[in-house]
Antibody, heavy 121, light 110 residues
Framework: DVQLVESGGGLVQPGRSLRLSCAAS????????MAWVRQPPGKGLEWVSG????????GYAESVKGRFIISRDNAKNSLFLQMNSLRAEDTALYYC??????????????WGQGTTVIVSS | QSALTQPPSASGTPGQRVTISCSGS????????INWYQHLPGAAPILLIY???QRPSGVPDRFSGSKSGTSASLAISGLQSEDEADYYC???????????FGGGTKVTVL
């Protein structure tokens, strides 16, 4: 089965860091772009960051640029999101998602169940 | 404020056709393909339409997408109770160098 499983969420104080992981299985990981998408409580979906199959191109939403770092390890079929200088507005359910193509610019056809990040003192 | 604009709500009775609009600009919809997602509470989003009007395998043909200029639409024909969900449009934005989502449209089956 094609599957994405996120981990690493939790309760963290403002200003601190957290690292999310996404384990992929059931497909050729390094054939696809990957992305992180979040949903704050009571709000809509927001694209956070995306990375091409070979990490050659990376993009970030303005709201996280300079604070978050996306990366991937194709040998381990894993995607990561290093979140630094966390703010209350980063509180959300974070999804890992697979793009249908090699870049994170198209449709995302496989999603994980999400991991919850709560930023609060 | 989202780069893509959707109506907050839409509704219809079972069997009806419902259309959801998505308005953007030349930097997103006007120059790139659009995708549509269905999102039910507590579940992962589902890709309904990609590449403006393509359906992934497994998505019923009741769902269809179209695009003209800087606007796009998702149509749900033969509305069913299980179609009650939030629907989002999304597209790559060349100016922002990232994907942008619409604010979402909540579809209610009356």
């Amino acid at each position: 089965d094609v599957q994405l499983v996120e981990s690493g969420g939790g309760l963290v104080q403002p200003g601190r860091s957290l690292r999310l992981s996404c384990a992929a299985s059931g497909f050729t990981f390094d054939d696809h772009g990957m992305a992180w998408v979040r949903q704050p409580p009571g709000k809509g979906l927001e694209w956070v960051s995306g990375i091409t199959w070979n990490s050659g191109n990376i993009g970030y939403a303005e709201s996280v640029k300079g604070r978050f770092i996306i990366s991937r390890d194709n040998a381990k079929n894993s995607l990561f999101l290093q979140m630094n200088s966390l703010r209350a507005e980063d509180t959300a359910l974070y999804y890992c998602a697979k793009d249908i193509g090699t870049a994170p610019i198209g449709g995302m056809d496989v999603w994980g169940q999400g991991t919850t990040v709560i930023v609060s003192s | 404020q989202s780069a893509l604009t959707q109506p907050p709500s839409a509704s219809g009775t079972p069997g009806q056709r419902v259309t959801i609009s998505c308005s953007g600009s030349i930097s997103n919809i006007g120059g790139n393909t659009i995708n549509w997602y269905q999102h039910l509470p507590g579940a992962a989003p589902i890709l309904l339409i990609y590449g403006d009007n393509q359906r992934p395998s497994g998505v019923p043909d009741r769902f269809s997408g179209s695009k003209s200029g800087t606007s796009a639409s998702l149509a749900i024909s033969g509305l069913q109770s299980e179609d009650e969900a939030d629907y989002y449009c999304a597209s790559w934005d060349d100016s922002l160098n990232g994907q942008v989502f619409g604010g979402g449209t909540k579809v209610t089956v009356l």
